[in-house]
């Protein structure tokens, strides 16, 4: 299957730093890819170049096929959507009015009032936000300012997310029912690819896992083979153990007491 996304040996530098180190990637369409790695990684640059706002040093980027730094931003907004963090927790719109928004990239069809308005409130509906409608956003608790967050990249309805800690912000509750919204999301065909610094949450929802440490790819496939006890702790800096999730088809991470293991 061809890739809805790709990234080949994808090189950031602002002045002498790195920020990512020939980094490659690929994600399908109706995948979920997720990066995790720690503070630093190169993490959000990585998917900001993916997302047009930074053009990368060397190597290239393409969304679709096409070079998101070179896509005008109307054709971009149809063919991926951003989420960045805190990306309305300033906005002083109602709730409805910030997630219909998103449907911009698609003006053409919006005299179709009837169909753009039942779209929002779909897409409220299934992020939990359409008691919120009328709120102020910037009222909002941060959780919830995030899933009117997600709710305008979800309206949108491209062919790609680009979610930087889409759940960072949530409790435990609507993390689980946002992973569920965006796993039903990939069975329609939506290529997602998500930063997560929760690692259980990326190994029990996503396809894919791709590691990042010190700018450069550490590893890149299933969770299962991705995270594991060594590979972990040597990245992260801090003794992991990585056992079998005793309900889930997944791995389990926890963090060990570093006096633990010197006992």
């Not at 998917?47 to 060397?58: E, M, N, V």
């Not at 070079?67 to 931003?73: E, I, L």
């Not at 299962?224 to 590979?231: G, Q």
């Amino acid at each position: 299957m061809k890739p809805a996304v790709r990234a080949e040996q994808i090189t950031f530098r602002r002045g002498k730093a790195v920020l990512v180190d020939q980094v490659s990637l690929s994600a399908s369409p109706g995948e979920i890819l997720g990066i995790v790695g720690p503070n630093g990684a190169g993490k959000s640059t990585l998917l900001r170049i993916l997302a047009g706002d930074l053009i990368p040093s060397s190597g290239l980027a393409r969304i679709q096929d096409a070079d998101p730094s070179r896509t005008t931003p109307q054709e971009l907004a149809r063919l991926r959507a951003y989420l960045a963090p805190r990306g309305v927790s300033e906005n002083p719109f109602a709730v409805r009015d910030t997630v219909a928004m998103g449907r911009h990239p698609h003006r053409r069809a919006m005299i179709d009032t009837d169909g753009q308005d039942g779209i929002v409130e779909a897409v409220m509906e299934r992020t939990d936000i359409l008691h919120l409608s009328r709120r102020a956003v910037s009222s909002l608790s941060t959780g919830e300012q995030q899933r009117v967050g997600l709710a305008r990249v979800i309206v949108q309805q491209t062919p790609v997310l680009l979610l930087d800690e889409p759940t960072s912000a949530l409790d435990i509750g609507h993390q689980e029912k946002v992973m569920q919204v965006l796993r039903s999301l990939a069975r329609e065909g939506t290529t997602i690819i998500e930063i997560l610094h929760d690692v259980n949450l990326a190994a029990a929802h996503t396809d894919r896992i791709m590691l990042l440490g010190a700018s450069k790819e550490i590893a890149t496939g299933p969770p299962s083979h991705v995270l594991t006890s060594e590979r972990l702790s040597s990245v992260y800096g801090q003794p992991m153990e990585v056992i079998d999730h005793p309900h889930r088809d997944c791995p389990l991470v926890l963090t060990v007491d570093p006096s633990d293991r010197a006992r």
